[in-house]
């Protein structure tokens, strides 16, 4: 089955910083890649997503590449503000028709 | 609009004890799924359903039945409740399982 491997495991920047998430996948089938942000005793929220077709999607302050050759994608938030301060997981779907997750990594961002 | 409605929200069970989670969407949904999340972990899968009737098995599916008898409901049960088995459930729906995944808010089970 798919395997998505996520680091840094936690990553702490600077407010006005760029913050980069990396995830590597197993699957070559796999053909969709959300992010999600995750505060404290809530639920995951889609932030952005990405399919295998489109090298890069941007959402303002954040952003989303996909290399399909090396299987891995990243998540950049740029200009960064405490509110961004959660847990956020990579996932991975494809032909099995169910997200795999990365195990997470806590943003921290300092004022 | 309801979305993905998990019941309970939280359940302290004893060892042994058994119970059923509900998990309901109206979005017309197909493909259902429920994850458990462990400090430190990402959400694994549990069992997941690709449409009324039909359920398999996911990444951890030991110590957990699931049924769909109903297109918009997917049931989760634990026979005999372990301290392994204390975890947050979220329980997540997608019309074709390859995007669009909108999840429940949670149930918080804890078993001593």
């Known amino acids: 089955g798919e395997n998505v491997e996520q680091h840094p495991s936690t990553l702490s920047v600077q407010e006005g910083d760029s913050a980069v998430i990396k995830c590597t996948y197993s699957?070559?089938?796999?053909?969709?890649f959300p992010w999600y942000k995750q505060e404290l005793g809530k639920r995951p929220q889609l932030i952005i997503d990405i399919r295998s077709n489109v090298g890069e999607k941007k959402d303002q302050r954040i952003a989303v590449t996909l290399n399909k050759t090396a299987k891995h994608f990243s998540l950049h938030i740029t200009e960064t503000q405490p509110e961004d301060s959660a847990v956020y997981f990579c996932?991975?779907?494809?032909?099995?028709?169910?997200?795999?997750f990365g195990s997470g990594t806590q943003l921290t961002v300092l004022p | 609009n309801a979305g993905v409605t998990q019941t309970p929200k939280f359940r302290v069970l004893k060892t042994g004890q058994s119970m059923t989670l509900l998990c309901a969407q109206d979005m017309n949904h197909e493909y259902m799924y429920w994850y458990r999340q462990d400090p430190g972990m990402g959400l694994r899968l549990i069992h997941y359903?690709?449409?009324?009737?039909?359920?398999a098995k996911g990444e951890v599916p030991d110590g957990y039945n699931v049924s769909r008898l109903k297109k918009q409901n997917f049931l989760l049960g634990l026979e005999s409740a372990a301290p392994s088995q204390t975890s947050v459930y979220f329980c997540?729906?997608?019309?074709?399982?390859?995007?669009?995944?909108?999840f429940g808010s949670g149930t918080r089970l804890t078993v001593v």
């Open positions: 996932a991975a779907a494809g032909s099995a028709r169910q997200l795999t």
């Open positions: 997540a729906s997608s019309y074709d399982g390859m995007g669009g995944y909108t």
């Open positions: 699957d070559s089938a796999s053909n969709y």
């Open positions: 359903s690709v449409g009324e009737g039909t359920t």
